[in-house]
């Protein structure tokens, strides 16, 4: 089916956002591009929309810009993710996601079978700031967006004070408009209450 209305495309509502929608490329876990995604865009539905604006509002007051890696993710995508799980013997992007983990520990705890992202009011994003020369770079979360590993669990208690202290800056950020952290992966946020508890969305990323 088509988008619904209450959904908004994020590029447009939220345009000083960065966006590396990674699933669209082949720069991802899976090493190729995540079906269902036809553009690089961040589609949200819109009570999550404006909490992620208020976010950026806030940000911006500290000189910090949203980067963003994924918000709504169809169902068919979540299927790609499945094939790629059971496919044991791929493991080319094993050494760059999960060097620690086995293939087969990852869905479940790190990949999720029904995810948040597909009911649309989750968004996988971190902090940038600008450097000397003024461009911006990705605060240090001790481990990288889709780093399947205990190090990307967000209270990891092995991390740098200043890691750790950039990671509940975003925290604090997303909790006060109304986002929760999922804790085994410090990059990922969903509004609560959901505004779609049970529907899990298959229209296409354009
Ligand atoms: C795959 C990763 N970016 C993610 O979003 N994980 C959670 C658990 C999910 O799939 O919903
Ligand atoms: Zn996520």
Redesign the pocket.
């Known amino acids: 089916g088509p988008m619904p209305e209450d959904f908004v495309e994020m590029n447009q509502a939220l345009p000083d956002a960065i966006y590396d929608i990674r699933y669209y490329t082949d720069n991802n876990?899976v090493g190729e591009p995540v079906e269902g995604y036809l553009e690089p865009k961040c589609i949200l539905q819109q009570q999550a929309a404006k909490a992620l604006q208020e976010v950026a509002t806030k940000a911006s007051e500290q000189g910090l810009k949203l980067k963003i890696?994924?918000c709504y993710?169809p169902q068919r995508s979540?299927a790609h993710?499945m094939r790629w799980a059971q496919d044991l013997s791929d493991i080319h992007t094993k050494a760059d996601y999960y060097p620690n983990l086995p293939k087969d520990k990852l869905v479940g705890?790190?990949?999720?079978?029904?995810?948040?992202?597909?009911r649309g009011a989750?968004v996988?994003l971190t902090l940038a700031r600008q450097d000397s020369e003024g461009n911006w770079q990705e605060l240090d979360m001790a481990s990288p967006?889709?780093m399947?590993d205990p190090l990307s669990n967000t209270a990891n208690p092995t991390i740098s004070a200043e890691q750790a202290a950039n990671r509940q800056l975003l925290k604090e950020l997303m909790e006060s408009a109304g986002f929760s952290n999922?804790a085994?992966?410090w990059?990922?946020y969903s509004l609560v209450p959901q505004p779609y508890p049970d529907t899990y969305f298959d229209f296409p990323v354009k």
């Open positions: 876990f890696f994924d993710r979540v993710f705890e790190y990949i999720a079978e029904r995810s948040g992202h597909s989750t996988d967006f889709d399947f999922y085994m992966e990059w990922h």
